[in-house]
């Protein structure tokens, strides 16, 4: 079974840059395409990108695109987020899993093997 982890975050002022990694132990990423969300406080976890699993495909929220950049490195089963230009509203804790089910890239219910995900804060 895959087990994912996520880090990279931290506080980071607007403008500012932040790359965080998605790791995958146990098991590989494999075959997988796999995506970003994040979460603030009682909010719904939102899509942010998504990668499929030869990296030809990538899938973005219009929120972070142009901003965002998802890459993956299949040789050490890790998925990365560069992050550019971050704005206070990109503050929340973000997520990777892994998209096992037949729905749409986007939606969290497709997702499994979330990671405890890492801390993004933006200040203004």
């Known amino acids: 079974q895959v087990q994912v982890g996520e880090s990279g975050g931290g506080l980071v002022q607007a403008g500012g840059s932040l790359r965080l990694s998605c790791a995958a132990s146990?098991?590989?990423?494999?075959?997988?395409?796999v995506g970003w969300f994040r979460q603030s406080p009682g909010k719904e976890r939102d899509f942010v990108a998504a990668i499929s699993w030869t990296g030809n495909t990538t899938y973005y929220a219009d929120s972070v695109k142009c901003r965002f950049t998802i890459s993956r490195d299949n040789a050490k089963n890790t998925i990365y987020l560069q992050m550019t230009n971050l704005k206070p509203e990109d503050t929340a804790v973000y997520y990777c899993?892994?998209?096992?089910?037949?729905?749409?890239?986007?939606?969290?219910?497709?997702?499994?093997?979330w990671g405890q995900g890492t801390q993004v804060t933006v200040s203004s």
């Open positions: 899993g892994v998209h096992v089910y037949v729905g749409p890239y986007y939606s969290p219910n497709d997702y499994t093997h």
């Open positions: 146990g098991r590989t990423f494999s075959g997988y395409t």
